[in-house]
């Protein structure tokens, strides 16, 4: 079967960039853009099938403002780095009527995957997002955002070609509270209101010979591979044993994962007197990965976080960018967390699964996590994990039909 890195490479290779003459930027809203508050459904609709667009480049658009619990005076807590992620429990994104993808816990899952792929530039030129400087976005109480789809979605991650002659859809689901997205010194009661949120769309307008080329391929309804890889968010309570073990995924119609991205928080969430942004090392020794029959990494990690002893962790999380991004001859590699801050703010513990004996796909994927730590874990720890896996969908433009291969 067709791997999801061969069929990217091989759509890259069929459009580039200089079949684009022009690209403008549109802003969609949602059906109801009064109800914006904590829980509700935010739906944004692309109808015209008559678009060219490239959702790889599109924009989440919020605008809001900070104010006290009564929704009066300026609000005095701060914003957490990545504070629009964290505005919402989900992220949901279709074509035509098939879900493609869904990201649950946008703020942590995105968190996470900005620590582990972005380079320090990309990190400075998403402060239009809230991820680099969050508060200066933020004046007098009010604010406004623009975040990279790319960031929240691995469809808006790999895919990069036009979307053509299909209906696409956005679904966003506010977060039942704001307290994850602040942070505060001291007790606070601030709350965020949002007062608009949009999809900002690039629509191409494509050469005449790249259009003509385009319109045979929907009149033939040739089928079009959209492959990309999916950041899959799970959770989970951690004992306050030294050694403990987490059965994270036992299922038969997923494909193997390609990486597992461990996050440690002790009393973070939904508590603005801590940063909801860090992570914090829990005193790990060691950590691994059992995949079926497998074991991630074989050697020990030997860490001792309080005597800056975090060596192999470090190697494994800057390691990760060049394997994820394999395919990009020009992607810089450099990673975004130095030593320090990697051991004081963010330490992830990442186990590249891209190289396995077994079958890709196998009848059942067993995955389980087992770790061990100096000291006993302290209560009130949760384990934040991300699965990166492979996903592949069909669409035939002229019937309009999405099928899902893997």
């Known amino acids: 079967m067709t791997s999801v890195v061969d069929a990217l490479q091989h759509n890259r290779a069929h459009f580039d960039d200089s079949d684009i003459i022009a690209c403008d930027y549109h802003m969609y809203y949602p059906y109801s853009p009064a109800m914006l508050g904590n829980n509700d459904v935010i739906t944004i609709t692309l109808q015209n099938q008559d678009l060219v667009t490239d959702v790889s480049k599109s924009f989440i658009y919020v605008q809001g403002k900070l104010t006290k619990e009564d929704g009066t005076g300026v609000g005095t807590a701060s914003l957490v780095k990545n504070f629009v992620g964290y505005l919402f429990d989900e992220i949901r994104y279709r074509l035509g009527n098939v879900e493609v993808e869904r990201t649950r816990n946008v703020g942590m899952t995105s968190t ?27 004046k007098d109480g009010v604010f406004s955002a623009l975040l990279p789809l790319s960031c929240v979605l691995g469809f808006a991650e790999d895919y990069k070609l036009p979307i053509v002659n299909i209906r696409q859809e956005l679904t966003l689901l506010r977060s039942r509270s704001d307290k994850d997205c602040l942070f505060a010194a001291a007790a606070n009661t601030d709350k965020i209101v949002l007062e608009k949120v949009g999809w900002l769309v690039p629509h191409l307008t494509l050469s005449d010979q790249s259009r003509v080329k385009l319109m045979k391929l929907v009149a033939a309804d040739k089928p079009i591979q959209v492959p ?31 990486f597992v991205i461990v996050g440690l928080q002790t009393g973070r ?26 074991t991630f990494p074989f050697a020990s990690f030997e860490a001792d976080f309080a005597k800056n002893q975090c060596l192999l962790p470090y190697e494994y999380y800057a390691r990760m960018k060049s394997v994820f991004h394999a395919d990009e001859q020009a992607a810089n590699y450099e990673p975004l967390l130095t030593y320090k801050d990697f051991r004081t703010k963010a330490p992830l513990f990442v186990f590249d699964t891209t190289k396995t004996t077994e079958n890709p796909i196998d009848s059942t994927i067993d995955l389980r996590l087992e770790y061990l730590t100096s000291a006993a874990v302290a209560a009130d720890t949760i384990a934040n994990a991300v699965v990166v896996h492979d996903q592949l969908f069909v669409y035939h433009p002229l019937s309009q039909t999405i099928k899902k291969i893997i």
Not at 116 to 129: A, E
Not at 229 to 256: A, C, V
Request: charged residues 20%; glycine residues 2%.
């Open 269 to 294: 969430k939904n508590n603005v007197l801590k940063d909801n942004a860090n992570f914090d090392s829990c005193n790990v020794q060691d950590m691994k990965v059992y995949l079926n029959a497998q």
């Open 228 to 258: 990309f890889r999916s950041w899959m968010f799970m959770e989970h309570p951690l004992s306050t044993n030294t050694k403990d073990s987490w059965t994270m995924l036992t299922t038969s119609n997923l494909q193997k994962p390609k």
């Open 112 to 138: 996470i995957k900005n620590y582990v792929l972005l380079s320090s530039d990309q990190s400075k030129y998403l402060q239009i997002g809230g991820w680099h400087e969050p508060n200066e976005l933020l």
